[in-house]
T-cell receptor, first 114, second 115 residues
């Protein structure tokens, strides 16, 4: 069985602050994939990143960075110098090797205050 | 070009009616999915088809019947609609077992409101 927990239901920060969204996952599999998706107010789901279980390197893409730590089963997402356009619901998701299902966390609603 | 498209975008209907939502992908993928997002934004998979064959069927009432006429299309038919069926339904597609670049591409969603 697999599970994804996003304990932060809602976060509000003032524009230009940094913010970290937490994601904790559970699985007994050794091969798996982790994802982050963004759902802006317009409603579509936007793919942000995929990370496989064998690659613990942190990743940076512009103002976005991801910290994957297998020791704590966490895959946290940090936005640096937040902007109003970052306001959205962010989902962390888990996929097990050989299984086509994505298991989503409950999402974190991020509001950037101008 | 739209990768995964759904029609309609909005659907308002009364309890007891039967309705369908259509999904098409032009990515050449062989696997398609239906997800349901409830009012609390919780996203849960309902079905998945690979090359027109059902591979995932979560605990969904049998009033919901997916149909895949070919690998580029996956439609969702719902009989005897209930208030609790109100949600946003997302279609998605991927390439089966393509591990290196595995990603599910989502459609824009269909907001279903049952009154």
């Amino acid at each position: 069985a697999q599970k994804v927990t996003q304990a932060q239901t809602e976060i509000s920060v003032v524009e230009k602050e940094d913010v970290t969204l937490d994601c904790v996952y559970e699985t007994r599999d050794t091969t798996y994939y982790l994802f982050w998706y963004k759902q802006p107010p317009s409603g579509e789901l936007v793919f942000l990143i995929r990370r496989n279980s064998f690659d613990e390197q942190n990743e940076i893409s512009g103002r976005y960075s991801w910290n994957f730590q297998k020791s704590t089963s966490s895959f946290n997402f940090t936005i640096t110098a937040s902007q109003v356009v970052d306001s959205a619901v962010y989902f962390c998701a888990l996929n097990l090797d050989g299984n086509e299902k994505l298991t989503f966390g409950t999402g974190t609603r991020l509001t950037i205050i101008p | 070009d739209t990768a995964v498209s759904q029609t309609p975008k909005y659907l308002v209907t009364q309890m007891g009616n039967d309705k369908s939502i259509k999904c098409e992908q032009n990515l050449g993928h062989d696997t398609m999915y239906w997800y349901k997002q409830d009012s609390k934004k919780f996203l849960k998979i309902m079905f998945s088809y690979n090359n027109k064959e059902l591979i995932i069927n979560e605990t969904v009432p049998n009033r919901f019947s997916p149909k895949s006429p070919d690998k580029a299309h996956l439609n969702l038919h719902i009989n005897s609609l209930e208030l609790g069926d109100s949600a946003v339904y997302f279609c998605a597609s991927s390439q089966y077992l393509l591990r290196e670049n595995y990603e599910q591409y989502f459609g824009p969603g269909t907001r279903l409101t049952v009154t």
